[in-house]
Nanobody, 126 residues
Framework: VQLQASGGGLVQAGGSLRLSCAAS????????LGWFRQAPGKEREFVAG????????YYADSAKGRFAISRDNAENTVYLQMNSLKPEDTAVYYC????????????????????WGQGTLVTVSS
């Protein structure tokens, strides 16, 4: 099982980044997916979640209106489009997968997830 996150980097405030997370070793379409982030000295926090089908999504208040999560089950990849980035978005971003029978459910708790990627660093300069 592998989740490989990529797309992080240094961007100025107001800029955009698109994170990708490529999955392998498990039945991708049977898993709900999520993006989380962890800033230095802080706990890992939920950013966005998407159901197995991709039809249901949910965002943390900090991400609403700026970020968009999507998935491509044919490519075994989940994305996080991040726009209007702010310095407070600086963190290591992690993708995660949770096995579920429910095609329409997303999950927001860290402990709910089965698999985690290695993280990709996003730094937003002011």
């Amino acid at each position: 099982v592998q989740l490989q996150a990529s797309g992080g980097g240094l961007v100025q405030a107001g800029g955009s980044l698109r994170l990708s997370c490529a999955a392998s070793g498990f039945s991708f379409s049977s898993y709900a997916l999520g993006w989380f982030r962890q800033a230095p000295g802080k706990e890992r926090e939920f950013v966005a979640g998407i159901s197995r089908s991709g039809g249901s999504t949910y965002y943390a208040d900090s991400a609403k209106g700026r970020f968009a999560i999507s998935r491509d089950n044919a490519e075994n990849t989940v994305y996080l489009q991040m726009n209007s980035l702010k310095p407070e978005d600086t963190a290591v971003y992690y993708c995660a997968a949770k096995y579920t029978y429910n095609t329409a459910t997303y999950y927001i708790q860290v402990k709910a997830y089965d698999y985690w990627g290695q993280g990709t660093l996003v730094t937003v300069s002011s």
